[in-house]
């Protein structure tokens, strides 16, 4: 019996030291793993969102510029045809050359913002894989700018419109 109890307690013992120790040791393990994986998930979960933003903010420029690119784009081809038959004011030719550059100058400025916005996505590790559908944007911004420079400006619009298409396309799949 004086045996018994001795093994037991060298059982006990030898229990507690491997058993009771490991066990503590693997369980801080695991939960500064588990820390390390959600801090890890919570940084890519914000680098989408703010690239996600980004490209709100680019859909709702556009939106906004094409919105406004229809009426001015329809008045200066009224004006351009009333150039053309002689019926235009010195007063509204000089207005119309004014709206022209100011599309021209916010055509090259939604390029440039779309330049960024890719620029963005290419440099950043999260938002890599999106890059690709992104990719395009702004060289359609650039078709745009030039059909504008040629005075296509409801073209310029539509081309446009491919571009915000695409934008949107990039927000649905980085909502997946």
């Known amino acids: 019996m004086y045996r018994l109890s001795i093994i037991a307690a060298i059982c006990l013992l030898l229990f507690s030291i491997t058993g009771a ?5 693997r369980t801080t393990k695991r939960t500064a793993n588990a820390k390390t994986s959600t801090s ?57 050359e004014q709206n022209k550059t100011t599309v021209k100058t916010s055509l090259r400025n939604v390029r440039e913002g779309l330049d960024a916005l890719e620029i963005y996505f290419r440099a950043t590790p999260g938002l890599q894989s999106y890059y690709l559908k992104l990719a395009g944007s702004a060289s359609g911004a650039a078709d745009a700018e030039a059909q504008a420079a ?6 310029s619009g539509r081309t446009l419109l491919g571009v915000v298409n695409r ?8 909502q997946r």
């Open 40 to 96: 890890v998930a919570e940084q890519a979960n914000a680098i989408r969102t703010e690239g996600a933003s980004r490209v709100a903010i680019q859909i709702k420029n556009l939106t906004a510029f094409l919105y406004l690119l229809g009426g001015v784009a329809k008045g200066m081809q009224e004006l351009d045809a009333a150039a053309k038959s002689g019926n235009a004011s010195p007063a509204a030719m000089q207005q119309n």
């Open 167 to 174: 934008l949107t396309d990039v927000l649905l799949i980085m």
């Open 21 to 25: 120790g490991q066990t503590r040791s």
């Open 150 to 155: 040629g005075g296509r400006f409801d073209q």
